[in-house]
């Protein structure tokens, strides 16, 4: 109950603020920015964070999303075909995920990366020399249907899912995995499954993320959807914690906040992106957050404990 | 390296540059299967030092005004240091932490470098001088036309890969490589240095990886920050083909993968030349993890 109160006045506050101008068109921007990078950092997390398999590929769903979340809505522009639109890019990004995964999945750590690097390639590669993607002009003039408000609500329902789907029975498992591997499958757990279906819930997110952001930005090409997508995403989730979901949202807003404030000097903001990347696994592995979740409760124990401890004073 | 291949020459014209560009994978490929046969790590960085190599033999001929010899080795040495104090700065305080750390540190210090650089020398290409005297020769043989700077590419590359191996097989600090490649506990156990071992082994793969980019400037001419990026994933899947940690490998796919590229490139596919060599990628992995000349292993608890 408390949740639905804090999500409703989240929402409802900053609606009232686009709605009164206060937010700016560019700030707006931003914003959508945060939300689908919290999509990516969050169904990222459930793939790297959670079941431990780490995978640099992520921008190669994403552009799938987009890009069929763009053909659907180039050719039926009405809020149905953008629906549509946005499920039939997630669902494709699963499939890819399905179809990638299953095969390398059974490869282990660095070797899994680098295969997924390679599909992520392979991927962009293709809409580099499609004819219907445009090549490396991109496709342009996409229909913005995305809002504040279709934001929010894709944003809430992959969080929850998410968050929903690693306090389950399969969640658990997948963290076995992480865990143990070889523990885990000798416990029964099949890991085969159980990566893949990380895997696959992992791209149709990315999908959905990359809907959106073909929606929102109406313009896309590949070169949008590279290795360095990819590692900007991971850098939000090592930052915020392999494993905390709301370590990943506050990352991503952490993030898009030092890059508002380091648009002017893109050279500069790379180095210390790397850096920062550098001494985040040296000084602190476990990233912001560590795998501890924040939440309204601990945030009112915290402050139980402030009050309780003034009392004895 | 455009267009179709037509006849017979032009096949062995393919060939040639297959040959050379092979021996620029295979030369980064020995760098990356070492570091990971030492350490279990992808040194991402790897490629970036490659770039850095180039840089300096840039700026060696231009500046400076050295010849090609002297510029290489000046290029060998920097990015020996500069490999070595990669491991030391990044990779040590790493050692014993999980891998994905490790990777994602290495991937910190490959963008470090990358856009660090960008930041110093600005993201414009830069092109090598001309080359003079007899490095500007070629030869022809009918159609098939072999450049000087082709055959002492490949040359310095095979002259180097025997110096590696007569390091590895024959001196002492070879055997104990190989000996940490092994057991890096078993060898600190028999009084081995563990730590300057490995510094050695970053610094020879740099060394390699500095020869490289000087090669590939000359070759290539042009020269940009982010060069290394996409030969260094090539001479990666070339290390994984041969089979990782595996010398010989790392050579044998080297040549694979360029003749491959060229082959790609040459009968008309040149927009997915990339696409393809991700492919056998794939594959290899699928296939045979362990690559061409590697032993299967059974993870253990």
């Known amino acids: 109950m408390k949740k639905l109160v804090t999500l409703g006045l989240t929402y409802a506050i900053i609606q009232i603020l686009i709605m009164t101008n206060i937010i700016s068109d560019y700030l707006q921007a931003t914003l959508v920015t945060v939300c689908i990078n919290i999509i990516l950092a969050v169904s990222l997390n459930l793939i790297t964070g959670f079941t431990g398999q780490f995978s640099l590929g992520h921008a190669g769903f994403m552009s799938i999303g987009a890009y069929v979340c763009a053909f659907i809505t180039l050719r039926t522009p009405t809020i149905y075909g953008f629906l549509i639109g946005v499920f039939s890019g997630a669902i494709a990004a699963a499939l890819i995920g399905f179809l990638v995964g299953l095969p390398t999945l059974r490869l282990r750590g660095d070797y899994l990366a680098i295969a997924t690097l390679g599909m992520s390639e392979i991927i962009r590669i293709i809409f580099l020399n499609l004819e219907i993607t445009n090549g490396a002009a991109g496709l342009n003039g996409i229909p913005q249907f995305v809002n504040w408000t279709w934001m929010f609500v894709f944003v809430v329902a992959t969080v929850l899912g998410i968050s929903n789907f690693i306090k389950s029975a399969h969640g658990r498992a997948c963290i076995s995995i992480r865990e143990d591997e070889i523990a885990a499958d000798a416990m029964g757990i099949n890991t085969i499954k159980y990566k893949v279906t990380a895997f696959v819930i992992g791209a149709f997110c990315a999908g959905i993320a990359g809907a959106l952001y073909a929606s929102y930005f109406y313009f896309i090409k590949p070169d949008l959807f590279g290795f360095l997508k990819s590692v900007d995403i991971l850098v939000i989730v090592v930052l915020g914690g392999l494993g905390s979901i709301s370590g990943s949202i506050l990352a991503a807003i952490l993030l898009a906040l030092i890059s508002t404030y380091l648009q002017s000097f893109p050279e500069i903001r790379m180095v210390l992106y790397a850096a920062a990347l550098i001494a985040i696994m ?28 003034r009392g004895r004073v | 390296m455009e267009g ?15 040959i050379t560009l092979g021996s620029i994978y295979a030369l980064m490929a020995l760098g990356y299967t070492m570091v990971y046969g030492i350490i279990r790590l992808i040194n991402f960085a790897h490629a970036d030092i490659y770039m850095i190599g180039a840089y300096v033999g840039y700026f060696c001929m231009t500046f400076l005004k050295l010849g090609f010899f002297s510029s290489l080795i000046i290029a060998m040495l920097v990015c020996t240091l500069l490999g070595i104090l990669i491991e030391k700065i ?38 090598y001088p001309e080359m003079t005297g007899i490095m500007a020769k070629t030869m022809n043989m009918g159609s098939l036309v072999i450049s000087m700077q082709q055959i002492i590419l490949v040359s310095i590359t095979i002259a180097l890969m025997i110096l ?4 590895v097989k024959t001196t002492k600090i070879g055997k104990a490589m190989r000996a940490v490649s092994m057991d890096k506990d078993a060898a600190e156990l028999m009084g081995i240095n563990v730590d300057s071992t490995i510094s050695f082994t970053f610094g020879l793969g740099s060394a390699l990886a ?19 990026v996409v030969p260094g994933l090539k001479a990666f899947i070339a290390a994984v083909f041969g089979g990782i940690g595996i010398i010989p490998g790392a050579m044998i796919g080297g040549y694979f993968i360029g003749a491959v590229e060229v082959m790609v490139a040459g ?11 991700f492919a056998i990628l794939i594959l290899i992995l699928i296939v045979k993890p362990s690559g061409l ?4 292993t059974r993870e253990k608890v």
Do not use: W
């Open chain 2, 210 to 228: 500095g020869a490289a980019g000087v090669l590939v400037g000359v070759y290539y001419n042009t020269i940009n920050p982010l060069m290394g």
């Open chain 2, 4 to 18: 179709k291949v037509k006849d017979l020459e032009g096949l062995l014209q393919q060939i040639v540059n297959g």
């Open chain 2, 293 to 296: 000349l590697g032993k299967n």
């Open chain 2, 90 to 127: 990044a990779y040590r305080p790493l050692r014993n932490a999980t891998r994905i750390s490790a990777l994602i540190t290495a991937i910190g210090v490959s963008l470090f470098l990358e856009y660090g650089m960008m930041f110093f020398v600005s993201a414009n290409v830069r092109t």
């Open chain 1, 282 to 309: 040296i000084f602190r592995p476990q990233g912001l957050m560590g795998s501890k979740e924040l939440s309204l409760e601990v945030l009112g124990k915290l402050g139980n404990s402030l009050k309780s401890k």
């Open chain 2, 267 to 277: 009968y008309g596919g040149s927009m997915y030349r990339d696409a393809v060599v």
């Open chain 2, 164 to 167: 590696l191996q007569f390091i």
